[in-house]
């Protein structure tokens, strides 16, 4: 019998999250100085469910991105973190989960601070957010010290200052972090958006490190996605929710390549982060119709690529529950430019359940990507990752 491809591939995970222990800003941030402002859990009779409290406000449930294998459908969620699947929050756990599930390596990314660290902004004192920020980076690397070889840990940054953003880029990095978690909509907090020059010793700083910049789905303000609904019921609500946030990458992917930021950063590489690939090589045709058809090129001589072509040299997708669409995305673009990811433990993820239509990942790889070339197959489960996150396997 041939071996299984997650038997034979050291698979590198490219989209997990960490459910953040009950006491990573208590333990590391003085509550003598900051007192209930500092985030920290309570029980809220009002749910009947454990929830964080962020600058003395009620904020998420402590389980409720923790749905992997969970009874009932998303949204609906584990009350607590000791209700939940123990991989989302618990080291050793994490780590049977991915033998489980045939996953040699993670990526890592948070929950609580959002994934592009707006929710910090629910803080009013600048020295307590950055600290919030440390305390998380700091925690991430502790967490993934158990077995570093398997895990790649992400740093979040404190995107509201542009200098403490350079300076927490080197800090993290000195401590084992191999990427930079960015919001790709500052604009939605009021700060210029990413193409605007503001960002530029950010980028450059990325780029000189060898850092990869990832824009994760949902790393804007969310409020308004929060408040849509299609007059269909919760669920329906949840589904439309969940899949706008996916193809919102979409604008990132305009403004990197089309703001020249690609042009400008020719050696920084950019990863969309859970959206999947599948309507990426209509994006890529339509980009490039649009800057020869606009006279684009005329107006940018500078700019002498083509945006597919930029998107070729520094961008990358991930994708996971995604079929024929990914089959038809890599006959079409190649391979060198996507990721698998499990999304574990997300609402999303490749998570087997009572109420998940997923299969176990490593059954998911075999059944849908077996039809692709090996070559193929190490790109988008293995190398791709190695060298955007400058990771050893």
């Not at 491809?5 to 995970?13: A, H, L, N, W």
């Not at 294998?69 to 991915?98: C, F, T, V, Y």
Request: proline share 7%; glycine share 6%.
């Amino acid at each position: 019998m041939a071996e299984m491809i997650c038997d034979r591939i050291k698979v590198i995970d490219s989209d997990t999250h960490v459910s953040e222990p009950e006491t990573l800003w208590t333990d590391r941030i003085s509550t003598r100085k900051w007192g209930d402002l500092v985030p920290h859990v309570i029980f809220d009779p009002e749910i009947n469910e454990d929830r964080w409290v962020m600058g003395g406000k009620k904020f998420m449930p402590t389980a409720g991105a923790a749905m992997a294998g969970w009874k009932s459908p998303p949204p609906n969620h584990p009350p607590s973190l000791k209700e939940a699947d123990h991989g989302s929050w618990e080291i050793r756990e994490r780590l049977q989960r991915m033998d489980e599930y045939g996953m040699y390596a993670q990526v890592v990314y948070p929950n609580v601070g959002g994934f592009g660290s707006g929710n910090f902004l629910q803080l009013t004192d600048d020295e307590l957010r950055l600290d919030c920020v440390r305390a998380y980076n700091d925690f991430l690397v502790e967490w993934t010290s158990v077995e570093p070889s398997r895990f790649i840990p992400i740093m979040a940054m404190p995107f509201w200052d542009v200098q403490a953003c350079v300076d927490e880029m080197q800090r993290a990095y000195d401590r084992g972090h191999k990427g930079v978690l960015m919001t790709n909509q500052p604009d939605t907090f009021g700060l210029p958006r990413i193409t605007d020059q503001h960002w530029d010793p950010l980028w450059n700083q990325a780029q000189d490190m060898g850092l990869s910049v990832n824009f994760h789905i949902g790393s804007g303000d969310l409020t308004q996605v929060r408040d849509a609904n299609v007059d269909n019921g919760r669920q329906a609500a949840y589904a439309k929710i969940t899949v706008k946030l996916f193809l919102d990458n979409s604008n990132a992917i305009l403004d990197i390549i089309l703001g020249g930021m690609c042009h400008r950063f020719p050696d920084l590489k950019f990863v969309s982060v859970e959206s999947g690939v599948g309507w990426i090589p209509y994006l890529l045709e339509a980009m490039d119709w649009q800057w020869k058809n606009s006279g684009c090129h005329e107006e940018h001589p500078e700019m002498d690529l083509l945006p597919s072509e930029y998107f070729r040299r520094q961008c990358y997708g991930c994708f996971w529950f995604e079929e024929d669409s990914v089959i038809k995305a890599i006959e079409q673009f190649g391979s060198e430019n996507f990721m698998f990811e499990t999304d574990f433990p997300h609402p999303t993820s490749m998570s087997p359940g009572p109420n998940s239509i997923a299969r176990n990942p490593k059954q998911h790889v075999e059944e849908v990507l077996s039809v692709l070339p090996e070559e193929d197959l190490l790109n988008v489960l293995q190398r791709n990752a190695a060298k955007v996150y400058n990771f050893q396997v």
